[in-house]
Nanobody, 122 residues
Framework: QLQASGGGLVQAGGSLRLSCAAS????????MGWFRQAPGKEREFVATIGWTSGNTYYEDSVKGRFTISRDNAKNTVYLQMNSLKPEDTAVYYC?????????????????WGKGTLVTVSS
């Protein structure tokens, strides 16, 4: 029901925009988020956005570089990633939670999307 796309190979300093399209139900009243899992590491929180687009929260290492947004009319959430670094290399997953930004941040997620691979070369 959640399908992430937009990953790819990019050089350090470049940009990518990930999209997560929802189907089968409306997610307009869900908090949405992005997580990532690098090779050999556990999945970690990246960013989350509330029901409206007014409230967002980011993991410290991506603050100022990544921007999460959503278009409820399109049932889609986005992650604009700028100034990418090799350490941003990971599979990125979108997620939806019946709850608040804190619910997503804590990983208490109701729906997970299939991931999309982002590779940043140095």
């Amino acid at each position: 029901q959640l399908q992430a796309s937009g990953g790819g190979l990019v050089q350090a300093g470049g940009s990518l925009r990930l999209s997560c399209a929802a189907s089968g139900r409306t997610f307009s009243n869900y908090a949405m988020g992005w997580f990532r899992q690098a090779p050999g590491k556990e999945r970690e929180f990246v960013a989350t956005i509330g029901w409206t687009s007014g409230n967002t929260y980011y993991e410290d290492s991506v603050k100022g570089r990544f921007t999460i947004s959503r278009d409820n009319a399109k049932n889609t959430v986005y992650l604009q990633m700028n100034s990418l670094k090799p350490e941003d290399t990971a599979v990125y997953y979108c997620a939806a939670a019946v709850g608040t930004l804190r619910t997503v941040w804590a990983g208490i997620v109701d729906y997970w999307g299939k991931g999309t691979l982002v590779t940043v070369s140095s």
